[in-house]
């Protein structure tokens, strides 16, 4: 923890995250996360529907081939990640799905 931060330290994250909600206020809300132990870091977390992700990253200007993909939970859950330089900030814009069971995926074929 960075325990002589204090709030005016996030001023770069929140200036981002101020500017994000000023120009794509019509994009789905995304989980907000922010860190007194990287103050310069703003993550936004998409849930379940990675067209949600896919919206953030082509507002962002995000190239498709700069996404990064990988599992957890197993191999149970998606995982998609993306850093952008944002208004001065380190934007990770993160989304998570869950990886379809393929015996159902089968089973409806």
């Known amino acids: 923890m960075n325990a002589g931060l204090t709030l005016d330290g ?18 789905p809300a995304p989980a907000v996360h ?6 310069n870091r ?9 067209s949600q992700f896919e919206a953030w990253r082509d507002a962002l200007g995000i190239a498709p081939d700069a996404v990064k993909h990988s599992t957890q939970s197993d191999g149970r859950t998606r995982v998609l990640r993306a850093c952008v330089e944002y208004a001065g900030a380190e934007l990770a814009l993160v989304g998570f799905s ?12």
């Open 10 to 27: 996030l001023a770069v994250a929140l200036r981002a995250l101020r500017l994000l909600a000023t120009d794509f206020g019509h994009l």
């Open 98 to 109: 869950p990886v379809p069971d393929p015996e159902l995926i089968g089973a409806a074929a």
């Open 34 to 39: 922010l860190s007194n132990i990287f103050p």
């Open 42 to 50: 703003l993550e936004l977390s998409v849930y379940d529907d990675l």
